[in-house]
């Protein structure tokens, strides 16, 4: 029959697999798809097998199927005997369809009778309401007891027919004496860690209130106790039994019940009794799956239980909806008005006493709650890096109270799957009795935060409140950054002394703001090191901004002696000069006018003393000792002022008489110049020139100093408020004086001059100097001429011949200097005046007049006019082409030709237009020969370029 192929349509469709597991209770199957799925797919082979086998002895009701089945050597599946005696039992075949058989013993209708006798003895009996399945209960008792013990037998419905025989299979499982020992064993195992919790509610060995690792490293140590033994005990017995089952003992072998040793947690057999005949091994491994299912129904209670109890320790902690427990702890400014529920009522605690009787309570944890229970947690507020937290963060001990509860549903998933391990040794399945998102988890986990939410609200009101002083530090720049915030605005005295109380009243509220420790119904709060560091801020930019204006003081306080060491110092020198006599008197006017705001200064640092002491502040020596000096220095100022003012009224005197005897003195000295002036102009001779120089610039040296004396002695008469003294002469002398003095520079420079153009290299005479020097002076000889007279006059005369002989020269000079001049130029001046001629280091004026060249002048200036022509167009052509250096061509891509075409040549092109002009214009010029050539090529390069750029 296994060997038979499948063609028939299975009836153990999906319609039919759901009302199975609705059967089996739906959550059950659920939470179990992969025991579903095992338990369909053998069920889907006992059902094929069935269907073939009926095939076949279905074909042995027939004689020729008979026949040839019978040669084949296949004998019929079905039994021909009952499986049991028919003595005692119910004949089932006799049966009509769809009846089933109920069995009451004595034994049955005792007990219901003793149920019923108890339900009559309790006096809570009839006050209790009665549920359906209660009612289902006592009405099946009523018929128990009018029926008595004994079969009987009644008509079912199809499908109540289908469920009482599904119960009826797994009853007849049970019914094997091997088998139930083995279920009986398991159920005695379950029974001896019943008492085990996977939670420690009771916390015997937590003082309260307890770090949270604490707390966490209790309820692991608990649960890794309790998994410890469920797996050395529960589970490995389980696995024995198991085992036991799978791989029976040979007979005759020794079999020994599981036993623990003393010292260890591991079973010393591996193997059980189990009396009564051996099963099968398809009834084996079907008892194996349903340990495997009964332990993971043993293990969900036991998590259940445990998330339960969890839940109920935290509801403890709860707080009702509306109760004004919740404000426990908080200051009054806080809690909010409600008329209807007085506060000492409201709260219920003892602590309220105390709060209406020491109103108001302006400071966290001033109403001294104290709960019961005690808070189970013990955090503590810090300030770290300027940012205020609660160690553990509220969220961590949120986290940390839900791990717990995690880890009671994961310490139910680490037990090994033994139906799993059954059909497969090697498997490391485990039972899966919660999931995470089971919905009895969800629920409970649910109730366990809405508790800690609650619980949260004060913990969190007072970490604001903190925080908020914490940003009113930061918002100010912190304490490194207070003072930098500060400084950089404008700020007076004033605000300076009301930011600095400012800080103060903040340090103090931090301190009143809160006791040491406050107490919530859940958690107790440490708040030493948060107020020690928020009040340590506090003070610190405090003192920052004391030190910062105590620095700003002591620089103004010394800025201030410094200025009155300085006025004493400036007040107390002699004066040498009427000219600093008179800038000490006025610089003693200015001190005057500025001693009243030097007091007002004072008088401001005074404010500032003013204010660091009344802040508390303790000066350092240094600025103490500058700011009493400061206090002593405007009337030692005073007594220095009137000193020097008394001081000066006697220069004055002096100086005055001085001035008198110096302007006599300058009038003798005017005489005496005028005598030496009308000496010299007398002299005469060329030849002494540098001698008649050199006493025109003594006597220049002597009038300018006349000049500045008289200058002089003309502003002390305005500083002594005396009429100004005129010096005439000294303008007459510097009159007649000028004349002969212009004649005998222009002589001298002559002198020097002319023997350098005559004789010196010719290539190094500036032709245009030379022209505009010459024009100069023959301008000045002119007017020479007119104005003197005598021996003077004479000499200029002579220089003015000088000048006229040397004019001449001046357009070979020009023509023969010309830069433009080439070899080629030099050549045709050579054939012109029929010598060779070229300015070379050797050439000199003298030289050009011993070679005659004035008589040809005018051939050397055509000469000299075409090589500036040409000159003029190679200069042009240079820049043309320097104009290029530097100049790049931008290109880009053409579309996708692979090629590129310049871009941006605009500049270029009117670059190129202009010079395409200039080179055409330069090759119709008649003087382009010795460039034609250089030009055309250049050309060429142009109009070639252009072509490129269009």
């Known amino acids: 029959v296994s060997h038979l192929q499948w063609f028939n349509q299975s009836k153990l469709d999906d319609q039919f697999k759901q009302r199975v597991m609705r059967m089996a209770r739906w959550q059950l199957a659920n939470n179990l798809p992969h025991v579903v799925a095992d338990f369909f797919d053998a069920t889907l082979d006992h059902y094929k097998f069935a269907v073939n086998a009926a095939i076949v002895d279905h074909q042995f009701t027939t004689p020729e199927g008979s026949v040839h089945l019978a040669a084949a050597g296949i004998k019929p599946t079905r039994r021909q005997q009952p499986p049991v005696p028919s003595l005692g039992c119910v004949p089932l075949h006799q049966l009509p369809p769809g009846c089933v058989i109920t069995t009451r013993t004595q034994a049955d209708a005792a007990a219901v009778n003793a149920s019923r006798r108890a339900s009559k003895a309790s006096p809570w009996a009839t006050a209790a309401p009665m549920d359906p399945q209660q009612a289902a209960a006592q009405q099946l008792q009523l018929e128990w007891l009018q029926r008595g013990p004994g079969p009987e037998i009644e008509q079912l419905p199809l499908q109540s027919f289908a469920q009482v025989l599904q119960q009826l299979q797994r009853m007849l499982l049970l019914a094997q004496p091997r088998l139930s020992a083995a279920f009986s064993m398991y159920q005695r195992h379950c029974r001896d860690v019943d008492h085990w919790q996977l939670v420690d509610t009771e916390l015997s060995e937590l003082h309260r209130p307890a770090q949270l690792g604490a707390f966490l490293a209790l309820q692991r140590l608990h649960l890794e106790n309790i ?15 198991a085992e036991t089952l799978i791989n029976p003992l040979e007979p005759g072998a020794l079999e020994e019940e599981v036993a623990l040793d003393d010292d260890a947690m591991e079973p010393a057999t591996h193997r059980v009794n189990l009396h009564g005949p051996p099963v ?13 299912l009964l332990m993971q129904q043993y293990l969900r209670d036991k998590v259940e239980t445990g998330l339960t109890l969890y839940r109920d320790f935290w509801c403890q902690y709860g707080i009702p909806q509306g109760s004004r427990v919740a404000y426990a702890g908080y200051p ?10 007085p506060l000492t009522v409201a709260l219920g605690d003892a602590n309220l006493a105390w709060r209406a009787t020491h109103g108001p309570l302006e400071a966290w944890g001033s ?9 189970l947690f013990q955090l503590q507020l810090l300030v770290q890096g300027h940012k205020v937290q609660l160690v ?13 509860f995690n880890g009671i549903i994961e310490a139910g998933q680490s037990i ?11 498997s490391e399945a485990m039972l899966q009795p919660m999931a995470f998102d089971d919905a009895l988890a969800e629920q409970l986990r649910s109730d366990i935060l809405a508790t800690l939410d609650i619980n949260k609200a004060g913990p969190a009101a007072l970490l604001t409140s903190f925080e908020a002083i914490q940003h009113e530090l930061d918002a100010a720049g912190g304490p490194g950054g207070h003072l930098a915030a500060w400084t950089a605005e404008e700020h007076c005295l004033e605000e300076t002394e009301t930011e600095i109380e400012r800080l103060l009243q903040l340090a103090k509220s931090v301190n009143a703001r809160t006791d040491g420790s406050v107490w919530f119904k859940l958690v107790a709060i440490d708040v030493t090191q948060a107020k020690s560091a928020l009040i340590s801020q506090a003070l610190a930019a405090k003192h920052a901004l004391q030190t910062w204006l105590q620095d700003q003081w002591h620089g103004d306080n010394q800025a201030i002696v410094a200025r009155f060491e300085e006025i004493t110092t400036a007040i107390n020198q002699e004066p040498d000069t009427t000219e600093n006599m008179n800038a000490l008197t006025k610089y003693l006017l200015t001190v005057e006018q500025e001693l ?9 640092s005074c404010r500032t003393f003013a204010v660091l002491e009344s802040s508390h502040y303790q000066l350092q020596d240094g600025p103490a000792e500058v700011f009493w000096q400061l206090r002593h220095w405007p009337n030692i100022i005073h007594g220095e002022v009137a000193a020097a003012r008394d001081r000066l009224a006697g220069y004055r005197d002096k100086y005055r008489l001085q001035l008198q005897a110096d302007q006599q003195q300058l009038q003798a000295d005017l005489l005496q110049l005028q005598e030496d002036v009308k000496e010299f102009t007398k002299l005469g001779g060329l030849p002494a020139v540098e001698e008649r120089l050199t006493a025109v610039q003594d006597l220049e040296e002597k009038l300018e100093e006349l000049a500045k004396r008289s200058e002089l002695y003309q502003a002390r008469e305005d500083i002594f408020k005396h009429p100004k003294t005129e010096y005439p002469l000294l303008q007459q002398i510097s009159h007649a004086f000028a004349p002969t003095a212009s004649m005998w520079r222009m002589a001298g420079e002559l002198s020097r001059h002319l023997p350098d153009w005559m004789d010196g290299p010719f290539t190094e005479i500036d032709a245009e100097a030379v022209a505009a020097n010459i024009d100069i002076w023959w301008c000045s000889s002119a007017k020479l001429l007119k104005q003197l007279t005598g021996a003077p006059l004479e000499v200029a005369v002579a220089v003015s011949q000088q000048l006229q002989d040397f004019q001449q020269h001046i357009p070979l000079i020009t023509a023969l200097r010309n830069p433009g001049l080439r070899d080629r130029h030099w050549e045709k001046i050579s054939v012109a005046v029929g010598c060779v001629v070229k300015a070379d280091a050797g050439f000199s ?9 004035p008589a040809h002048v005018a051939a050397i200036e055509e000469v000299s006019e075409y090589a500036s022509k040409e000159f003029s167009l190679e200069h042009t052509l240079d820049k043309m082409q320097s104009d290029w250096a530097g100049l790049c061509f931008d290109s880009m891509p053409w579309r996708a030709t692979g090629s590129s075409i310049l871009r941006g040549v605009d500049d270029i092109q009117q670059l190129l237009d202009d010079q395409v002009v200039k080179t055409q214009a330069m090759r119709a010029s008649p003087c382009i020969g010795p460039f034609e050539e250089r030009v055309k090529v250049w050309e060429a390069k142009l109009n070639q370029t252009q072509v490129s750029c269009t």
């Open 845 to 853: 004026l003298s030289r050009a007049l011993q070679l005659g060249l």
């Open 367 to 375: 109403d001294l709650f104290c709960p019961s229970p005690p808070p």
């Open 280 to 292: 099968t091994p398809e009834q084996a491994m079907h008892s194996v799956q349903l340990i495997s």
């Open 332 to 341: 009054d400014s806080l809690i909010p008005d409600d008329p209807d529920k």
């Open 227 to 241: 998994m410890e033994l469920v797996h050395c005990d529960w589970s490995i017995k389980a696995g024995n039994i």
């Open 416 to 426: 090994e799957d033994l139906g799993q391990k059954a059909k497969n040794p090697t």
């Open 596 to 604: 009243p705001t030097i007091q007002q200064q004072i008088d401001a």
């Open 392 to 404: 553990p963060s509220l969220n961590d001990l949120q986290l940390a109270v839900l791990s717990v």
